[in-house]
T-cell receptor, first 112, second 117 residues
């Protein structure tokens, strides 16, 4: 079974709006990662947040982590049409291992 | 160079064929991975190699046979596949897991789109 669940499954917004995606996971973690995947292509690593961090920023991306609730959120501000993609959170099945398991993903569509 | 390359980009094979997927990276990563991804689903981990040795096999059927000839190359040998094996096969690499800084970010190739007829 997958390590994480994401919601919403799909999100459609207008260019310039903010997009928020949520991820829940099941076990203890050292870190949680977010990846983007354009249709039918490989995944691109966006940001990694460690278990002792609560918030992290990278450009227009803001990630939060709540280990007590085993949840994370990814906020993309001032969205662009080029942000249209699927977004996945990922954690290791066992803390410290390299076996990443991906959440179910959020398919984001940004309408120009 | 942060690129992971995969060949071929597309592959169509019959159920009796034998074919191989190839993956290469030159980032000095000693962990390499194979994932399978069906349409509109997340990638599913198949195999993990650490220091050229198979460390994780996620209960993958034996018709998939991985091989890591050296630290830069990863192959996936395919034999007697079924139509349900049609998917996007992704290769990735990263630093090897070490303590509480793991897992490390993974670098993915563009994938091989496999169709089994």
């Amino acid at each position: 079974s997958q390590q994480g669940e994401e919601d919403p499954q799909a999100l459609s917004i207008q260019e310039g709006e903010n997009a928020t995606m949520n991820c829940s996971y099941k076990t203890s973690i050292n870190n949680l990662q977010w990846y983007r995947q354009n249709s039918g292509r490989g995944l691109v690593h966006l940001i990694l947040i460690r278990s002792n961090e609560r918030e992290k920023h990278s450009g227009r991306l803001r990630v939060t982590l709540d280990t007590s609730k085993k949840s994370s959120s990814l906020l993309i501000t001032a969205s662009r049409a080029a942000d249209t993609a699927s977004y996945f959170c990922a954690t290791a099945k066992v803390p410290g291992a390299n076996n990443l398991f991906f959440g179910t993903g959020t398919r984001l569509t940004v309408i120009p | 160079d942060t690129e992971v390359t995969q060949t071929p980009k597309h592959l169509v094979m019959g159920m009796t064929n034998k074919k191989s997927l190839k993956c290469e990276q030159h980032m000095g990563h000693r962990a390499m991975y194979w994932y399978k991804q069906k349409a509109k689903k997340p990638p599913e981990l198949m195999f993990v190699y650490s220091y050229e040795k198979l460390s994780i096999n996620e209960s993958v059927p034996s018709r998939f046979s991985p091989e890591c000839p050296n630290s830069s190359l990863l192959n996936l040998h395919l034999h007697a596949l079924q139509p349900e094996d049609s998917a996007l096969y992704l290769c990735a690499s990263s630093q090897v897991a070490s303590g509480d800084r793991s897992p490390y970010e993974q670098y993915f190739g563009p994938g091989t789109r496999l169709t089994v007829t």
